[in-house]
């Protein structure tokens, strides 16, 4: 959800734009490759990109690919490339490509300067996938929210909200003169990334994953596991292992952030809900708004009502600089309570908003991101109270997805993981070090190190202990230590 909510502000704007060890390492370390020249990468016809922000000596380039991989000479778009060359070419290993979120050149200009070790001995790439292009051309009508979301309650509610939801992608979908609605799942994705392989012309890449780019690199994994030489993934779901178990490993999370947010503001003068149980304030006003709707009114989104349910996707998961996220939560907590919303509407409208809208909805749907039906809903509710009851309702972004029209793409499965290096993740304890670890542990001799502090995907951040590890993994494929800790910076 974090990664649909930026991607449609950006569009809003206008702006264009994650003992057997050691012997393990120590093996693939000997088999390193030696240093290689650049390949004859002529097809891309590089060029100084000249963009405003980017480092002068970044070079830009296009490739060419079906919208429908199932008929490559269909209708195609093209995708934006970027790279920083080596800066040490006589040692070159290689290319280093980044999978992210999507606006893969904005990320690669942003962590320029903290990747300079690593650029030593690698070409730095990044490319905004097929979900950039999407956004600059989606249609007006797959802006529209499909529905009013809520937490289903009965077969009934959820055929209803599935049913709205179905008319809204078809909607969308007729609308729709690119045909990537029905193609932006990570599957096409991970086929786009091997295209940018070949024609970098390098026989494998290492790669740098962050955030949603974690369902685009398992689609590569499923697909091309023989191409990839090393992968550093940061902040990362795992879409292989299903959503509604990804969600249930949120659950924690949630409740630590909410535990962490209370044990500052009884340290904090200024929060306004100190002297108090701050975590049962906020429980209780979950509670209090799912019996009784707190009617809000957004100068943007119009009129609504809180409920606990969508108040649950207000619990910040950082406290911003100065805390200034947890200092305006506490008191939009401290006036909600006291039946002023306000401090709320424009956030959680917004979410609900973007939950129902075909146009974010499709940049996920396709990979099995939405509930089969509402069994699937109560075997999740019925797990989530065991662990987490206050926040057991359905998870909003995957609600969304229900009445996906098309066959999904790319159902969850388990993963192929024999012949594939051990790989290197990274997770803040805060937020997704538990979700990363999910995914990393399926591939034999991986190592995730929690970062212990708040955050997502901190090689995008600028964080120096997990760039480190990074670096003298991706360069000499030297895996730390288990039990390794990155303390917060």
């Known amino acids: 959800m974090i990664a649909i909510r930026a991607m449609i502000q950006s569009k809003r704007r206008g702006r264009r734009a994650w003992p057997v060890i050691a012997v393990t390492a120590a093996m693939l370390a000997m088999t390193a490759p030696a240093a290689s020249a650049s390949p004859d990468d002529g097809r891309l016809g590089w060029r100084q ?76 790439v990044g490319y905004d996938t097929r979900t950039t292009t999407w956004v600059a051309r989606m249609p007006q009508a797959c802006m529209r929210p499909g529905a009013s979301l809520h937490d289903p309650r009965s077969p009934k509610e959820f055929a209803a909200l599935a049913a709205a939801m179905n008319d809204a992608f078809e909607q969308c979908r007729q609308a729709d003169p690119t045909g990537l609605s029905a193609h932006l799942d990570a599957l096409s994705i991970a086929r786009d990334t091997e295209a940018i392989r070949e024609a970098l012309g390098e026989e494998r890449l290492s790669f ?51 535990t962490r947010f209370a044990d500052w503001c009884a340290a904090t003068p200024a929060c306004a809900l100190h002297g108090q149980d701050a975590e049962a304030v906020w429980l209780r006003l979950l509670r209090d ?134 790989f290197l993740g990274v997770g803040t304890t805060w937020v997704d070090h538990t979700s990363t670890k999910s995914f990393t542990s399926m591939f034999p001799g991986s190592v995730t190190i929690p970062y212990d502090g708040p955050g997502h995907v901190m090689y995008l951040s600028g964080k120096k202990c997990p760039i480190r590890h990074a670096t003298r993994y991706l360069t000499d494929l030297t895996l730390p230590e288990p039990g390794t800790v990155c303390p917060a910076e």
């Not at 991989?69 to 290319?95: C, F, Y």
């Not at 090393?230 to 999370?253: F, I, K, S, T």
């Open 49 to 124: 990109c000249g963009s405003e922000g980017a480092p002068s000596d970044m070079q830009c380039a296009s490739v060419e690919v079906p919208v429908d991989w199932a008929e490559p000479e269909g209708q195609k778009i093209t995708l934006d490339l970027a790279r920083l060359p080596a800066t040490d070419p006589a040692r070159r290993i290689g290319s280093v490509l980044g999978i992210s979120s999507g606006y893969g050149i904005q990320d690669l200009t942003r962590s320029a300067a903290d990747l300079t070790e690593l650029r030593r001995r690698f070409d730095l």
């Open 208 to 258: 740098l994953v962050g955030g949603t780019g974690g369902s685009a690199a398992a689609a590569y994994v499923r697909l091309f596991p023989q191409r990839i030489r090393a992968m550093y993934l940061d902040g990362v779901n795992n879409q292989p292992e299903g959503w509604p178990a990804q969600r249930l490993l949120a659950l924690p999370v949630m409740r630590g952030m909410a």
């Open 289 to 422: 708004a799912d019996r009784h709707p707190i009617p809000v009114t957004s100068s943007q989104y119009g009129e609504g009502k809180l409920t606990g349910w969508l108040l649950t996707s207000a619990l910040p998961l950082d406290p911003g600089p100065q805390n200034a996220g947890w200092l305006a939560f506490a008191d939009a907590v401290d006036k909600a309570r006291h039946g002023d919303g306000s401090g709320f509407a424009d956030q959680v409208l917004f979410t609900a908003r973007v939950a129902a809208t075909p146009a974010a909805l499709v940049m996920s749907c396709g990979d099995d991101r939405g509930y089969t039906g509402y069994a699937q809903l109560q075997d999740f509710r019925r797990k989530a109270r065991k662990i987490a009851p206050e926040y057991a309702g359905a998870a909003i972004d995957a609600l969304g997805c229900t009445g996906w029209p098309p066959p999904v793409a790319n159902p969850s499965r388990p993963l192929p993981t024999r012949g594939l290096p051990p």
